[in-house]
Every structure is written in structure tokens, then in C-alpha cells.
């Protein structure tokens, strides 16, 4: 038998929070706790006019095998009795985020599925995909890597231009996204560090974490309303250019060691670079925005953009990227950067409250959730010596450890052909090409 219940009492449920809404089942169901989105909202507010309802599903994707309900008693009893919120997360929930930037190199798309590992709450990169940037006069295929797919050497987003995403899985689903154009672009002024022993307090080791904020000044236009978001990327020596755990490297490949090295011998081996490298390690953590709404047309002086944990102990290069972005953009960073908190990272749990501006052209029933974002952008590098920091680096890389001329291992080397040398392999996580500003112009501390 279907539940009636009171549209008044319905309305006045949805207008507790703009991102959480309400649907009812059958009382005895187990109470969860979901976000939805303002698209959803409004789909469910035109359920709700027809009073009566037992349960809602909801078609977010061609992966999505089942939904997620909410049940909150109150509109069944007249008590409430605190309960502890349980969570009940989508798997196979699909996430899209891109960026068309003016800064070469800060243009990409990341296509993730969720999934539920032993209670965890994972997001995990989606691969195989076709992804392209299409504009008036120019189709750019991006370049698949380990958890983006990236802008080809080169590409960066001209002043006036409108961009619009467009993916197709390998099944032949399709996705786009409504066309933004770039907005004007705000210069970085100055930039400078400051190091702070409780950057930020990790809850799953209890302990805060050391790092650098890192700060920047700039002067924000008066004529119209600029909003902003703070990314960053950074460069350090490579300790080693290959691994192989529970195995050597032979012609390229990690062979395995099994039978050769007992339960207590070395678990790995590294491989020195055979020429200069730096890793490049991107902004996972954090997100960042700024809107000039009580600044507007007034100098920004030492406004913290990003902040850099103490991943390790070497010297570092940083890339602070401003970018301008349109009003609907902020709006939708705000919500993401609320949904995650300030320790969850952005594997946390993904609410969907994040419908932006995709679209599924043969399915215009699909609610998807991500966005894609036109965006102007100014960076500035800057120089950091971390060797002789105070606390501890928040992980480290593993301590060399080198084959030598008779160890027991499978395809003995001769003496002379140690040590083994690996390539620098160029690419979006490593190169061998030296960082502009690396090691220098250290009086000032920063680079444009």
C-alpha cells in the first residue's frame, strides 16, 4: 500500500538544507544519510505534487546499478530518537572532472568510478576512454596517463575562446559538456613560503602534519567580479628512476626473485637515474578558491593559496596556478570543497551534490555528476630548501638500496656492469628537462 504523506510537511523538509533532500519509504527500512543534488531537488519536488509515493529511483548513470534512499523517521512519528548516521555508498558511481586552462600544461580530464573496499570509500581512475577538447576551429585529443588523462605539449586555452568537453567510454557512452569561454586573466604578483611545524592535524595518524603555506599577492580588477582557484604543482629530485619489488631489473623489466632471497633478505631494489630527473607531483589533497566579493578592485597582499605537506625532506620547486573561473565553476568548488572537508582528500566519499555541467546527448534523463571549467591562468614558481626542517616528513620515499656484484640473484650481472643505471622516462609525473627556477634566483626566493 502506498504511503500518503502531506506535501506541506514534505516542502518544509526540503527546505532544511539546499543540498540535502528527503525521499520516504515504507517504515523498518535502515535510516542512511546521502546528499543530493539541486537538479534532483527539483525532479523530487515534482514527485512530491503528486502526494503519493512509495519509493524514488534515480537514473545517474549507465553504471549505477542501485540507488541510495534516505530515511528520516520524523515524518512517520511524532518522537525522534538520536541515531548514529550510517552510510550507504553508490559503487560504480561515475565522476568527471576537467580543466581547459591558459596555462600550458594545467589542461586535463579525470574520469572516476567508486567503489567500496572493505568498508573504504574509494575513487579509482577510469582508463580506455576517448577525450577530447573541441572549440570552434580545433579538436584536441588528450593523452591518457595513471590517473588523468592530459593536454598534448603545448596546449593552453586563447584569450576569447569557448571550450567544451567531450568523453566517450569504451562501451560507446558519450558525454559532453556545455561550452564556457575564458575568462579574463589575474597576474600573480609575489609570492613567498612560510614553514609551520601543525600545518594541519591528519586524523587517521593523530598527529599534525609539518609544511609550507605558501603566499601570494596579487591586485583584483574592479571591473567586474572575479572568483578563484588556488592549484599547485611541484618538483623534486628524483631519488631513483626504477623499482622492483620482490624482483631486479633486467632489460627494462622486473624480473622476480623468488627462490633466490629468503623472508629476511631485501625486499626491492632501486635503480639510480642515468641522468638528471625530477618527479612532479600534482595537488590531490586540497582545494582552494577565493572570490573577490569584500576585495574588489583592491590590492590581495600574502593571501594563503595552497598548502604543501612535508611529503619529504628534499629541496622542492613549487607552482602556484591562479585560475579565474566563472561564477557557476566557484559555486560548484564550493560544494566540493565542503563535501570533502579539510582532512577527507579527494578520495572521500562523493555526494551528489555535484551535478555540474555535463550532459549525456542521448540521454537527457542521466544526472552526471562533475564539471567542466574554462579557465584563465597565472602562475608563479618558488624555490624551497627543506633538508634542514624541523619534525618529520610525512612519507618518504623507500632508502635506496642497490644490487651488487655477487648477490644471489636470477641473471648475475658481471662486475663491472654495476652499477644499473634507469632512464629518466619523460612524461606528466617525471622529467628530465630542469624546472625553470630550479636552484636559483635564491636572494629573492621566487620565479615567474
Not at 546521502?34 to 503528486?50: E, I, P
Not at 580543466?99 to 567508486?114: F, L, N, Q
Not at 591528519?202 to 592549484?231: A, Q, V, W
Amino acid at each position: 500500500m502506498s504511503k500518503i504523506i502531506n506535501l506541506t510537511i514534505i516542502k518544509k523538509a526540503l527546505t532544511l538544507s539546499e543540498s540535502m533532500i528527503l525521499l520516504v519509504v515504507p517504515p523498518g527500512s535502515k535510516p542512511v544519510k546521502y546528499s543530493l543534488l539541486h537538479k534532483t531537488r527539483h525532479l523530487l519536488v515534482n514527485v512530491f505534487k503528486t502526494h503519493t509515493f512509495n519509493r524514488l529511483y534515480l537514473k545517474t548513470s549507465n553504471l549505477i546499478k542501485r540507488i541510495l534512499i534516505v530515511i528520516f523517521s520524523f515524518l512517520f512519528t511524532t518522537c525522534i530518537e538520536p541515531i548514529a548516521p550510517e552510510f550507504d555508498f553508490l559503487e560504480d558511481l561515475l565522476f568527471i572532472e576537467g580543466m581547459a586552462s591558459s596555462i600550458e600544461g594545467a589542461s586535463y580530464v579525470k574520469v572516476r568510478i567508486g567503489s567500496n573496499e572493505s568498508g573504504y570509500y574509494k575513487t579509482g581512475f577510469f582508463s580506455n576512454c576517448l577525450v577530447e577538447l573541441i572549440s570552434d576551429n580545433r579538436v584536441v585529443k588528450l593523452i591518457e596517463g595513471l590517473d588523468r588523462y592530459y593536454a598534448p605539449l603545448g596546449f593552453k586555452v586563447l584569450q576569447g575562446e569557448s571550450w567544451e568537453l567531450k568523453i566517450i567510454f569504451p562501451d560507446g557512452t558519450e558525454y559532453r559538456s556545455y561550452p564556457e569561454t575564458m575568462p579574463d586573466e589575474v597576474l600573480i604578483k609575489d609570492i613567498k613560503s612560510e614553514y609551520d611545524l601543525q600545518l594541519s592535524y591528519d586524523n587517521r595518524t593523530n598527529r599534525y602534519i609539518p609544511g609550507h603555506k605558501i603566499l601570494i599577492s596579487f591586485d583584483d580588477p574592479i571591473e567586474k567580479e572575479n572568483f578563484y582557484y588556488y592549484d599547485y604543482k611541484t618538483y623534486e629530485d628524483a631519488p631513483y628512476c626504477d623499482y622492483c619489488y620482490k624482483g631486479v631489473l633486467r632489460d627494462g623489466e622486473c624480473i622476480s626473485t623468488s627462490g633466490y632471497i629468503s623472508t629476511y633478505g631485501p625486499q626491492y631494489f632501486t635503480y639510480a637515474c642515468f641522468s638528471d630527473c625530477w618527479n612532479i607531483r600534482f595537488n590531490n589533497e586540497s582545494i582552494s578558491i577565493f572570490s573577490d566579493e569584500f576585495t574588489n578592485g583592491k590590492p590581495v597582499n600574502n593571501l594563503v593559496a595552497v598548502e604543501i605537506p612535508l611529503y619529504s625532506k628534499r629541496n622542492i620547486l613549487v607552482k602556484v596556478q591562479k585560475f579565474n573561473v566563472s561564477y557557476e565553476a566557484h559555486r560548484y568548488l564550493k560544494s566540493l570543497k565542503d563535501a570533502i572537508g579539510n582532512n577527507s582528500g579527494l578520495n572521500a566519499p562523493l555526494p551528489s551534490v555535484l551535478i555540474g555541467n555535463l550532459y549525456n546527448p542521448n540521454d537527457e534523463d542521466e544526472i552526471i555528476m562533475g564539471r567542466f571549467t574554462v579557465a584563465s591562468g597565472s602562475s608563479k614558481s618558488i624555490y624551497i630548501r627543506r633538508n634542514n626542517l624541523a619534525g618529520n616528513a610525512v612519507s618518504e620515499y623507500e632508502q635506496n638500496r642497490y644490487e651488487t656484484f655477487g648477490n644471489n640473484l636470477p641473471q648475475p650481472l658481471c662486475a663491472t656492469c654495476y652499477p644499473i643505471y634507469a632512464p629518466c622516462e619523460e612524461g606528466l609525473y617525471r622529467t628530465s628537462i630542469k624546472p625553470e627556477g630550479w636552484n636559483s634566483n635564491m636572494d629573492r626566493g621566487f620565479i615567474n
